[in-house]
């Protein structure tokens, strides 16, 4: 399972980053969120830590 970046909305504050409790979500080059979908456990944390809500489950 994986959670869905909107890259559109995401304004790279990482927030989301410390928010993973795996340490599933990183930030790549260009400052956009990027999530190891291996790695992601969908609990949702991120989501609920991205202020301009650009996080989303996916399914």
Same mark, same amino acid.
């Not at 927030?15 to 599933?24: I, K, L, M, R, T």
């Not at 979908?37 to 944390?45: K, W």
């Given at each position: %399972?994986?959670?869905? +970046?909107?890259?559109?909305?995401?304004?790279?504050?990482?927030?989301?980053?410390?928010?993973?409790?795996?340490?599933?979500?990183? %930030?790549?080059?260009?400052?956009? !969120?990027?999530?190891?979908?291996?790695?992601? +456990?969908?609990?949702? !944390?991120?989501?609920?830590?991205?202020?301009?809500?650009? +996080?989303?489950?996916?399914?």
């Amino acid at each position: %399972m994986a959670v869905k +970046i909107d890259v559109d909305t995401c304004i790279g504050c990482g927030a989301c980053v410390g928010g993973c409790p795996v340490g599933a979500l990183s %930030m790549n080059d260009d400052g956009q !969120s990027v999530c190891d979908g291996d790695t992601c +456990i969908d609990c949702g !944390s991120c989501i609920g830590t991205c202020p301009v809500g650009a +996080i989303s489950s996916e399914f």
